[in-house]
């Protein structure tokens, strides 16, 4: 029972201590004790689906930094999407939303259609930066530019490069659709250490949009697509380029699919996870100084911290920023709903990044790309946003 699980917290507190919304804003409802609080009146019936908390209860960054600090061992996340899933049920899906989830995100090309649409709409609707190309449709956004060629139409189904290991390649949206350059990059180190590499034309969204707007039906059907046209149990792993996939297909499948899945999550790992610790590569140290950033997803939720800063120190001249581990800002909706919430949030960052004197910022995350490129740009700092399998590719052409 939700009731029960929410009565598990104490109140203690702690959690509002690494909570990026609350160190920031440092008001008591948006932090974790307070959405748990404002859940369990909602449940008792002394609250309502207000708008103030039906917007509280999205403008959680789903880092998970709450629940790996609960003394009580709480996954206070779990219940942030269940709060998420009531709201789908008793307000419901914004009608354009429900259409994209459960019909546009099944059909590749109906989806690259309604994405060209939105694009060339004239005049466009904000200047603020689409970091989720799903949530396209939410009118406080505007697209960034789309590759010309998706990744599934450039490369083959599968590309044989020696079999000594064969990896199943999850894309996700937007590497799919805008960072095709990432996808170029983890092919060459892939081929070059005899990776075989099946691309399924089939894969679809991860579902991570869905999930956020508490659409588990739509969800589960984008699950069930990806769980067949991945194979998992043909591979040695299902690999991901964007850890905000990665959790979901790690993490949540299990909560729409059932447990009987244990066999493909067992095989999702991240590239820069799968890079280091199950193939040999000769790189060559660069002449470049390179900090890095770590997404939350990938630190918090996928616990890959150590693997991505090892191929950067062998590679590169690898500075370590102050405070890496923290957020950047975008985090799940919130630079939808929040963008001047989600910029103040990354100012922190922005100067972690000067400070620290390196030339390029590393990352493993897509939307962690875009989004500290524009703040720097915003700001005219001339410094590169890589993702870390783009750092490891210069070092292996030297």
């Known amino acids: 029972m939700l009731t029960d699980k929410v009565k598990e917290c104490s109140k203690c507190g702690i959690c509002r201590s690494v909570c990026p919304v609350f160190l920031e804003i440092r008001d008591e409802v948006m932090s974790p004790r307070g959405r748990i609080s404002l859940l ?67 059909d590749s090309a109906a989806f690259r259609a309604s994405l060209m649409t939105a694009v060339g709409s004239d005049p466009p609707r904000s200047n603020i930066p689409l970091w989720q190309l799903p949530l396209f449709f939410c009118e406080c956004a505007s697209l960034p530019s789309l590759a010309a060629e998706t990744v599934l139409d450039k490369y083959p189904e599968y590309i044989s490069s020696g079999g000594q290991r064969r990896i199943a390649l999850f894309l996700g949206c937007s590497i799919n659709y805008v960072h095709t350059d990432i996808v170029d990059s983890a092919i060459e180190v892939l081929r070059r250490s005899n990776v075989d590499i099946f691309l399924p034309r089939e894969q679809v969204c991860c579902g991570a949009p869905a999930l956020l707007f508490g659409d588990r039906d739509a969800a589960r059907e984008l699950a069930k697509r990806n769980l067949a046209t991945l194979r998992a149990d043909e591979f040695d792993a299902v690999v991901t380029l964007c ?40 790189d060559h140290r660069m002449d470049m100084a390179v900090t890095y ?75 962690c790309i875009i989004f500290l490129r524009n703040q720097l740009a915003e700001r005219g700092i001339q410094k590169d946003v890589l993702h870390t399998v783009q750092v490891l590719q210069k070092s292996l052409e030297i």
């Open 243 to 282: 850890p905000a996939c990665g959790v979901i297909l790690k993490r949540e499948y299990e909560h729409i699919l059932g447990s009987d899945i244990v066999g493909f999550i067992s095989k999702i790992c991240d590239i820069s996870e799968f890079i280091h610790k199950v193939i040999n590569y000769r």
């Open 40 to 106: 369990e009146a909602l449940l008792e019936g002394g609250l309502s689906y207000s708008e103030r908390y039906v917007d509280t209860i999205r403008s959680c960054i789903k880092c998970t930094r709450c629940s790996s600090v609960c003394p009580s061992g709480i996954s206070v996340e779990r219940i942030i999407q269940s709060a998420r899933d009531l709201l789908a049920e008793n307000v419901g899906i914004p009608d354009a939303a429900k259409g994209i989830f459960r019909s546009i995100l099944l």
């Open 293 to 367: 950033h770590d997404p939350c997803y990938l630190r918090l939720g996928l616990e890959v911290e150590a693997e991505p800063r090892r191929m950067l120190d062998s590679s590169t001249r690898f500075i370590e920023m102050k405070d890496a581990g923290k957020c950047c800002g975008l985090g799940g909706t919130l630079g939808l709903f929040h963008p001047e919430l989600s910029v103040k949030i990354g100012e922190a960052k922005i100067k972690a990044i000067v400070e620290s004197g390196a030339d390029v910022v590393a990352t493993g995350c897509p939307g």
